[in-house]
């Protein structure tokens, strides 16, 4: 993988992108698409599941752009629609 994409990934994962390196990564994605899903991503949050779990003072909000992803990925269970019954 190359190494700025690299980079950006992890950026992405734990910091967030500013609009210029998003910019770049769109471009370093289009040269690699074997690198579009971001492994990072899941790591990042499984990291801070892990973390809030133990010591829910120390936890660091998820990026709303992870937030999101992890949303759309997430499978849905809708055989309980109602849940106060």
């Known amino acids: ?3 700025r994409l690299e980079e950006l990934l992890i950026d992405q994962a734990v910091f967030g992108l500013d609009a210029g390196e998003e910019a770049e990564l769109a471009q370093l994605l289009q040269e690699h698409p074997e690198a ?9 949050a499984l990291v801070q ?9 120390g936890a660091v909000a998820m990026p709303a ?3 999101r ?6 499978p849905h269970d809708n055989s309980n629609s109602n849940p106060s019954g």
């Open 1 to 3: 993988m190359n190494l």
């Open 65 to 67: 752009d992870l937030r």
């Open 69 to 74: 992803k992890l949303a759309a990925t997430a």
């Open 49 to 57: 599941l892990g973390l809030a779990a133990t010591d829910p003072q």
């Open 36 to 44: 579009a899903e971001n492994p990072f991503l899941e790591t990042t």
